[in-house]
């Protein structure tokens, strides 16, 4: 909550956030699959495993807490008290990621969503494809940002020429920055049947950072022209802002 409230007293425009559901069904915003980095290896089991009250309180790193003195414990906040600040400024947005596969956590998150007129400033959207898909299915309505592996069929789809034909379900082109080795790609799920010599050249396309092939200027004056903003994923260095403004994008996250 200290990091959403930061951003709001910078008149950030939109905060994105991971929901998760504890074991006794209450939705909480956590980004990690476990929790052992954020309570410096304490605890490590997921917060899937654990009940709402039995959550520790999240301390800082050793490091940060001997560069700045800071030992202030955190507790991690329900969605709904990250909803507030929706309630709280009008203007502000916010963009909602699912990591997991799980039917009841889409039903919750969205029961608590489409309460207190929320819908028309929420984003929600998962990386995965099944997952993202499945989000689109349960409420076509609520916007949704373009898969990993969706935006390379997608990409695919402009370089062979039949983009311009063809229908997106997306509201958002997203672009990640996140590094995509080869290593990375033998361990994704969804390409598992995928032969590795296909696998090393996505490696070869997705190299850079920006990814060269996911950058094409062409390709973005097509999807403005359509009518979709281009929002570069995973900026955590000044260097990836830089090329997103660059190379033309609405936004970053």
């Given amino acids: 909550m200290a990091a959403f409230r930061h951003a709001v007293a910078n008149k950030i425009d939109c905060i994105e956030l991971d929901v998760r559901r504890t074991l006794d069904n209450q939705i909480v915003v956590f980004h990690d ?10 605890v490590q089991k997921s917060i899937e ?17 001997k560069t700045s003195g800071d030992t202030t414990q955190y507790a991690i906040p329900l969605f709904e008290e990250v909803l507030g600040l929706i309630d709280e400024n009008p203007k502000l947005c916010m963009i909602v990621e699912f990591k997991e596969n799980d039917d009841q956590l889409i039903e919750e ?4 969503i489409t309460a207190k007129e929320r819908k028309n400033r929420i984003i929600w959207f998962s990386l995965k494809t099944d997952i993202v898909t499945k989000l689109r299915a349960y409420d076509p309505s609520l916007p949704t940002i373009v ?3 969706e935006a390379l069929q997608f990409i695919l789809y402009y370089y062979i020429g039949i983009l311009p034909f063809m ?5 958002v082109f997203g672009i990640t920055l996140q ?4 290593s990375k790609l033998r361990s994704e799920k969804a390409l598992a049947p995928v032969p590795d010599v296909i696998k090393r050249a996505l490696a070869w396309l997705l190299d850079g950072t920006p990814p060269w092939f996911l950058t094409s200027p062409a390709l973005f004056r097509h999807l403005q022209e359509r009518g979709y903003p281009i929002w570069f994923l995973g900026c955590n260095e000044e260097r990836h802002i830089e090329a997103g403004e660059k190379l033309g994008a609405h936004g970053v996250l």
């Fill in 33 to 42: 699959a476990n929790l052992a980095r954020m309570t410096n290896g304490v």
């Fill in 49 to 65: 495993e654990m009940n709402y009250a039995d959550l520790p309180l999240l301390t800082p790193s050793e490091e940060v807490q």
């Fill in 109 to 112: 998150v969205h029961r608590r």
């Fill in 147 to 149: 898969g990993a592996l």
């Fill in 167 to 171: 229908t997106m379900p997306f509201a």
């Fill in 179 to 182: 590094e995509l080795p080869l």
